[in-house]
């Protein structure tokens, strides 16, 4: 047969090959090792020198980490703890200052008897967003509405929730999941009425001024959707804000007070100066990503705009807030924003600084979703049109969800870079985990020298979060792969 | 010249025009793409245009449904003159369909979706209702079995058959295409063309920018020829394919049709 068609031209395939496996060289561990660490000459110097270099950590580390000490109440008796057990010169951590204050690495100076609504919010946090995050996978959803059930559940209880407050914090977990489970576009509501209800729970007081920013916020919406039906357009937008703003300066505060005078509900007041920790740096993280992304967008599509005046408006934004350090907002926020307020308001500073954070934030955010924007096809834009979708439809409809997706990358990378950007509010006097918190506790007579242990702690703990955000990016990002399935 | 006086087909009926263009110019930047463009397209006509790239015939068509702004003249669509007014401008563009070279098909949505997006948002249409058309149209271009999948899992053909059906679903009384068989193999050009055949004689309004001289003689009333943002010759397609008037069009016949 060879020798046929080497002589002919013409040939006919009557058999197909089937597929067969490479020779044994050319797969499974011997081809991973060959391809990838043992290339050629340079590259097998290199693995060897990486794996020295690793070697060379580990081996330092390891002592540190299996000398260390759980049980001890000071640095000395932590430090004869570890001489005893590895020798007078021996290394060893000393986490006996995470196991002694661990309480104030995570709340801060919040009132130890009220840990339990710090906790509970946690759990309620995870509760809102969970329908949001995994709304296609019922059994993450569960996952996560169980974990943090159980998990904030049992560490409320830990730390000495009151039965009350129990009770019905079990039955709001209850039927929340109820809700998810059974109203799903419905419990999306209490996602919303979510942010309202932690800064009641975090900051305690009369619950009427919560529910009187609500009903400015349900106010604005109402007079936009009014004014849009009268075909208003951007003027009705500017009227809702306009409502919701009125209605926080003048009639929201004596109304609250009226409710208040008739039917006082209040929780014990907690500071924000009390506030620190991880309370603190979730506190002001997880409201800035929620913040800034919504602004993102809208700065993003500002920037794209056609009309001079909106787009300059957001160009100056932009680049003014990414030309300035986020420590240069922060001060303004605590120390210039009071001589520009009208003399006697007292705006919180945690607000303040979470103000700064979003509007931080949001300036990349908008240059990140910008790139999704322009990565899309014109046609995209073409087809829209040609559809006789309207500029906001096709933002939403089309353009958004597909240059969002582009973006995934970037925006969590912006959410990540911005959560650990929250531990700058130590230069504002507010008690960071990292810095702030582990200064105040090392200030004290028992912990003084203990360096190490609290950045392993906070560290890890951060290094947790952002790895679940970067996990959830790759996740989201499978989720929504539509071209080769 | 004029155009007007050469063709039969500017019906002075004005309820019986579907695209009237007078005088029309257009520049991008200081080129001047189209030069005193008239055209008059009765409703059910099917007008192919063809001509050399860069003779502006794609901008023409997307002058029609402002996907291009026109400088100077007139365009005037079912009645709706095209100006400034982006209420007339959505109007115009939910009357008028438009299949594009690449497809433009929305990657995020399946191919049912891709056609009920319009017809519920723009048209308002209860979501059952749409699907039902959708599914309609789909099984018109023959794929309805494809129905629940993503555009990037359908073959070019296919997509450029659902893009058709898309605009379909808005019932436009109006279509445009421009080149919509370009960018396709040449197994999946006929699938594609017979689909714009049988369209063709339903009795859609058709204004097809195309390279596809067989098309062209098989369905059009017309064939416009363009050169250099000007309409050089417009006839019957039997007489421009075999008594072309102009040294371009013969020019242009002998190289598209010499091989």
């Given at each position: 047969m060879s020798e046929l068609h080497a002589e002919t031209v013409a040939f006919v395939r009557d058999t197909m090959l089937p597929p067969a496996l490479p020779p044994a060289r050319q797969r499974g561990v011997t081809l991973w090792l060959r391809e990838n660490l043992f290339s050629g000459p340079l590259n097998t110097v290199l693995t060897l020198l990486g794996l020295a270099a690793v070697w060379f950590i580990v081996s330092h580390l390891w002592p540190w980490f299996a000398n260390s000490v759980w049980n001890a109440s000071s640095m000395a008796e932590c430090r004869a703890a570890v001489a005893a057990k590895a020798g007078e010169d021996a290394t060893g951590a000393c986490f006996g200052v995470i196991r002694e204050r661990?309480?104030?690495?995570?709340?801060?100076?919040?009132?130890?008897?009220?840990?339990?609504?710090?906790?509970?919010?946690?759990?309620?946090?995870?509760?809102?967003?969970?329908?949001?995050?995994?709304?296609?996978?019922?059994?993450?959803?569960?996952?996560?509405?169980?974990?943090?059930?159980?998990?904030?559940?049992?560490?409320?209880?830990?730390?000495?929730?009151?039965?009350?407050?129990?009770?019905?914090?079990?039955?709001?977990?209850?039927?929340?999941?109820?809700?998810?489970?059974?109203?799903?576009?419905?419990?999306?509501?209490?996602?919303?009425?979510?942010?309202?209800?932690?800064?009641?729970?975090?900051?305690?007081?009369?619950?009427?001024?919560?529910?009187?920013?609500?009903?400015?916020?349900?106010?604005?919406?109402?007079?936009?959707?009014?004014?849009?039906?009268?075909?208003?357009?951007?003027?009705?937008?500017?009227?809702?804000?306009?409502?919701?703003?009125?209605?926080?300066?003048?009639?929201?505060?004596?109304a609250a007070a009226d409710l208040h005078a008739m039917l006082p509900v209040a929780l014990d007041r907690v500071e924000s100066r009390s506030f620190g920790g991880f309370l603190l740096a979730l506190t002001i993280g997880v409201s800035g990503i929620v913040m800034s992304l919504p602004l993102g967008i809208i700065l993003a599509l500002a920037r794209q705009s056609d009309m001079p005046v909106v787009k300059s408006l957001a160009v100056m934004f932009i680049e003014f807030i990414r030309g300035v350090?986020?420590?240069?907002?922060?001060?303004?926020?605590?120390?210039?924003?009071?001589?520009?307020?009208?003399?006697?308001?007292?705006?919180?500073?945690?607000?303040?600084?979470?103000?700064?954070?979003?509007?931080?934030?949001?300036?990349?955010?908008?240059?990140?979703?910008?790139?999704?924007?322009?990565?899309?096809?014109?046609?995209?834009?073409?087809?829209?049109?040609?559809?006789?979708?309207?500029?906001?439809?096709?933002?939403?409809?089309?353009?958004?969800?597909?240059?969002?997706?582009?973006?995934?990358?970037?925006?969590?990378?912006?959410?990540?870079?911005?959560?650990?950007?929250?531990?700058?509010?130590?230069?504002?006097?507010?008690?960071?985990?990292?810095?702030?918190?582990?200064?105040?506790?090392?200030?004290?007579?028992?912990?003084?020298?203990?360096?190490?242990?609290?950045?392993?702690?906070?560290?890890?703990?951060?290094?947790?979060?952002?790895?679940?955000?970067?996990?959830?990016?790759?996740?989201?990002?499978?989720?929504?792969?539509?071209?080769?399935? | 010249m004029t155009q007007t006086d050469l063709h039969p087909s500017a019906a002075a009926d004005p309820g019986q025009t579907a695209v009237l263009i007078e005088r029309m110019n257009k520049w991008y930047g200081s080129f001047h793409v189209l030069r005193d463009i008239d055209l008059s397209v009765r409703k059910g006509e099917r007008i192919v245009i063809a001509g050399p790239s860069g003779s502006g015939k794609s901008t023409l068509i997307r002058c029609i449904n402002r996907l291009e702004e026109h400088q100077s003249g007139r365009i005037v669509v079912d009645g709706i003159e095209l100006t400034n007014d982006l209420k007339n401008i959505d109007k115009v563009r939910s009357e008028v369909g438009m299949v594009f070279q690449h497809f433009n098909l929305f990657p995020h949505l399946t191919v049912l979706e891709n056609c009920t997006l319009a017809p519920i948002w723009v048209r308002k249409l209860p979501r059952r209702e749409a699907e039902e058309t959708a599914m309609h149209f789909l099984r018109e271009v023959r794929i309805p079995d494809q129905a629940h999948k993503y555009p990037g899992q359908l073959s070019g053909g296919q997509q450029q058959r659902v893009a058709i059906a898309r605009s379909l679903c808005m019932r436009p009384k109006i279509m445009l295409f421009d080149e919509p068989t370009s960018a396709l193999d040449p197994e999946m050009i006929k699938e594609v063309l017979d689909t714009m055949i049988e369209l063709a004689e339903s009795g859609m309004t058709m204004l097809c920018v195309t390279h596809e001289m067989g098309f062209a003689q098989a369905v059009a009333d017309r064939v416009i020829f363009m050169n250099q943002g000007q309409i050089v010759e417009q006839n019957t397609p039997s007489e421009f394919f075999n008594n072309p008037k102009s040294e371009r069009t013969k020019l242009f016949l002998s190289q598209i049709l010499g091989h």
């Open positions: 661990w309480n104030q690495f995570i709340y801060g100076f919040y009132p130890s008897a009220l840990y339990w609504r710090p906790t509970i919010v946690f759990g309620l946090m995870l509760f809102a967003v969970a329908p949001v995050l995994f709304s296609e996978s019922r059994g993450l959803r569960w996952a996560v509405l169980g974990f943090a059930a159980v998990a904030s559940f049992a560490a409320a209880v830990a730390v000495g929730i009151p039965p009350r407050a129990a009770l019905i914090t079990g039955g709001v977990f209850v039927l929340w999941a109820a809700l998810i489970e059974y109203a799903p576009r419905r419990a999306l509501v209490l996602s919303l009425l979510f942010p309202f209800l932690a800064v009641w729970l975090l900051w305690g007081g009369s619950v009427w001024p919560v529910v009187s920013a609500l009903a400015g916020f349900v106010l604005g919406g109402v007079v936009w959707r009014l004014a849009a039906r009268l075909g208003l357009g951007l003027l009705a937008v500017a009227l809702g804000i306009a409502a919701t703003v009125a209605w926080w300066l003048w009639l929201g505060p004596d350090p986020l420590i240069t907002l922060l001060f303004v926020a605590s120390i210039l924003l009071n001589y520009f307020l009208p003399p006697g308001t007292n705006f919180d500073i945690i607000l303040r600084v979470i103000i700064m954070v979003t509007l931080f934030a949001s300036a990349y955010m908008a240059e990140v979703i910008r790139g999704g924007l322009a990565a899309l096809p014109r046609g995209q834009y073409e087809a829209a049109d040609s559809l006789g979708l309207d500029y906001w439809k096709a933002q939403r409809l089309i353009i958004l969800p597909q240059a969002l997706k582009i973006s995934i990358p970037g925006i969590v990378g912006t959410f990540i870079g911005m959560f650990k950007d929250t531990t700058l509010v130590t230069f504002v006097g507010l008690f960071d985990p990292l810095k702030q918190m582990a200064d105040t506790i090392r200030a004290t007579f028992e912990w003084k020298g203990a360096y190490w242990e609290p950045y392993v702690f906070t560290g890890t703990i951060f290094f947790i979060i952002c790895f679940a955000m970067s996990r959830y990016a790759m996740y989201l990002e499978q989720r929504l792969k539509r071209d080769h399935r | -």
